[in-house]
């Protein structure tokens, strides 16, 4: 027995043969040696000491056989810790992915308006239109109801026709319909952000992509002036962007606000446009049940990816969005 054993260890070449001997000579239930064990009772009383030294001393060899051929073959002990493994070097860090610039920015655009009073609000973005023109004063004959101008989601017979037509519904163009849903469900005085998605069928360039986010602002109360509102955005500017951001504010047309402005900064010697702005126009109020003579207001809706750009001093809006990890983990 000790013979064979000590033969099938030292013939052990891989982990398989190797458990294949320990099985065959040490195996609790099968096990050669666990035969002559169990022989043990049918030896004379004489006989037992001697049988049994015999015995120990036949497993002790088995024992080293099998123990040189564990260590030969890589196992070291049975533990089953890798001797090639070091405790003491320095582990790989865990891929766990982390927060996108644009939601970062969303992030830091609701704390800086949250520290001025303005509550976060949310809408749809698929629209009515109702909310993204009728109550926004952009009557159905207006340009920028025009199918190429917007997403519309396609009726039955536009689909089979293959045609983009003004319908039902549509991929909101603008975030203001929130103004307007705000404004239905409550009373002044009224206080709100709402960031979020909108879409247009803008050919993408450095500062254009045919989705992207919009933060609208919305103030209503009585006495509300223009300096209010050239106080926030100036407020907010100098907040977000720095305090030697230079803003200008540029006299512009929306149908819902009276006057309206457009809100630029300067980035390296140009200006670039980040938002529009007004005072709520009465034909506004008048649609969601407000009395103008009674209230005014101010709003605003900023390019949230315009304003990450400029922080951050990236340069092409479709990096954002390329999804181009060697871009985005700078972030
Ligand atoms: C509007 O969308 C108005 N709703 C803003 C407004 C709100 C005016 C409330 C008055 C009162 P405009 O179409 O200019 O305005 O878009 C606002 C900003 O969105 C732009 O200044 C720009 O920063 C950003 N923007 C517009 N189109 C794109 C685009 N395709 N990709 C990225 N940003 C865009």
């Excluded at 976060?120 to 159905?140: C, M, T």
């Excluded at 709100?192 to 803008?202: E, Q």
Aim: hydrophobic fraction near 40%; proline fraction near 6%.
């Amino acid at each position: 027995l000790q013979c064979d054993a000590q033969s099938a260890f030292d013939s052990a070449d891989d982990a398989e043969s190797f458990e294949a001997a320990r099985v065959a000579f040490t195996g609790a239930k099968k096990g050669r040696l666990k035969d002559v064990q169990k022989q043990m009772g049918a030896v004379p009383n004489e006989e037992k000491k001697t049988a049994g030294l015999k015995l120990n001393e036949v497993k002790s060899a088995i024992q080293t056989a099998l123990e040189t051929a564990q260590s030969r073959l890589g196992g070291g002990d049975d533990s089953g810790v890798d001797p090639t493994f070091d405790p003491t070097l320095p582990g790989n860090r865990p891929i766990i992915g982390h927060i996108h610039p644009i939601t970062q920015t969303i992030n830091h655009l609701m704390e800086i308006m949250g520290r001025m009073g303005f509550e976060a609000a949310e809408g749809p973005e698929v629209e009515d239109p109702w909310h993204n023109f009728v109550a926004l004063n952009i009557p159905e004959d207006h340009p920028a109801r025009d199918p190429l101008d917007n997403f519309y989601l396609a009726t039955a017979a536009a689909a089979k026709a293959d045609r983009n037509v003004e319908g039902e519904q549509l991929l909101r163009s603008q975030t203001s319909t929130v103004q307007i849903r705000i404004m239905e469900e409550r009373q002044p005085p009224i206080r709100i952000i709402s960031l979020g998605r909108v879409y247009r069928p803008d050919q993408p360039d450095a500062t254009h992509f045919p989705m992207f986010h919009q933060m609208e602002g919305l103030l209503v109360d009585k006495n509300v002036t223009m300096a209010n509102l050239k106080t926030v955005l100036r407020v907010f500017a100098t907040n977000y962007l720095g305090d030697d951001v230079e803003i200008r504010f540029r006299p512009s047309f929306f149908p819902f606000t009276e006057p309206s402005v457009e809100v630029d900064f300067l980035w390296d010697g140009t200006w670039i446009e980040f938002g529009g702005a007004g005072m709520i126009d009465p034909n506004v109020f008048k649609a969601v049940g407000y009395d103008p003579d009674e209230v005014s207001g101010f709003a605003f809706g900023l390019g949230v990816e315009r304003l990450c750009m400029r922080r951050h001093g990236i340069t092409d809006i479709r990096d954002l969005y390329s999804g181009d990890l060697r871009f985005l983990r700078q972030f």
